[in-house]
């Protein structure tokens, strides 16, 4: 585990001097978006996903860096953040331990931030794989598709219609594996592209990560019930209070727990794949079952 925390804390120095040298300066005219795009991407955060992208690319061997992809992964993950939390969404006012972005610069400059970071992430990989465009295109057509109106934005309108309806187990899954999963898969997919990967890999890449993205959503909601704000660093109880669906809902905490370490190990058997080059994403993996305890 110390290994395991020293590379992690390794990968997030990385991608915090990635995103202080990518994004526009703070100081670029006009300063105020510019001021908040920063404060979101800066908030600090386990920063899971662009990780994921560094140590997937690692574990197969990239042949050029993935930081920026690293960065434009969490530019989109950041937006989806801004816009989840405005009031007309889930209207909260803490995340990562301070004010949400609309409570720190108002609704309309919160919404342009979360539109100009998503917009950042395609200007980023258009930009840092202009020497490499068949790399550049598939790194593109991945990000696209995992926030596209039927992945990461369609499993939030159908979070958003599902808290005025019964909905299936199925329609569950349905949510968090677009709302939530298909950003942490695409993740995966876009480090290991570095490594030009064969079909048999991208294959096994896409099962590690549909099994990790659903096992943390998992974590997050048992999370959600249990912890207080100061644990989560966003406000604690929110899912019960928006009536959001959730397995917790669904299946009760026990029986939570449980699926989220199946999945765990669902997403380990694909890793295995790689041998001991997976050995850091097979201890993050195995690492979520640890955070409910």
Not at 19 to 24: G, K, Q, R, Y
Not at 134 to 159: P, T, W
């Amino acid at each position: 585990m110390q290994n395991f925390d020293i590379q992690n804390a390794a990968y997030v120095g990385r991608i915090e001097t990635g995103i202080d040298s990518i994004l526009p300066d703070e100081l670029a005219r006009p300063v105020i978006i510019h001021e908040a795009m920063r404060y979101s991407m800066q908030a600090g955060g386990k920063r899971l996903r662009p990780v994921l992208v560094l140590a997937a690319a690692d574990m197969a061997g990239a042949s050029c860096d993935a930081l920026p992809a690293a960065v434009a992964v969490e530019c989109l993950h950041a937006y989806s953040l801004i816009h989840d939390d405005m009031p007309c969404v889930d209207n909260s006012d803490l995340r990562r331990g301070r004010p949400t972005s609309h409570v720190r610069f108002g609704e309309a400059m919160a919404l342009l931030a979360g539109d100009a970071l998503l917009t950042e992430a395609f200007r980023i990989i258009g930009t840092a794989y202009a020497d490499s465009p068949a790399l550049g295109m598939k790194l593109l057509g991945v990000l696209s598709d995992a926030a596209s109106s039927q992945r990461l934005i369609g499993g939030q309108v159908e979070d958003i219609l599902g808290e005025q309806l019964d909905i299936s187990p199925s329609d569950l899954d349905f949510i968090h594996l677009n709302k939530t999963a298909a950003l942490i898969s695409a993740s995966l997919e876009m480090g290991l592209l570095h490594a030009n990967p064969k079909p048999t890999e991208l294959d096994a890449i896409r099962r590690a990560g549909r099994a990790l993205g659903l096992a943390f959503q998992i974590v997050d909601d048992v999370l959600d019930a249990t912890a207080d704000a100061a644990t989560l660093g966003k406000t604690a109880g929110s899912d019960a209070d928006l009536g959001k669906n959730t397995y917790v809902k669904f299946f009760g905490v026990e029986a939570s727990r449980k699926r989220a370490v199946e999945l765990g190990e669902e997403a380990a058997q694909a890793l295995s794949t790689w041998g001991k080059d997976a050995e850091f994403l097979l201890t993050l993996t195995r690492g979520l079952a640890l955070r409910l305890k």
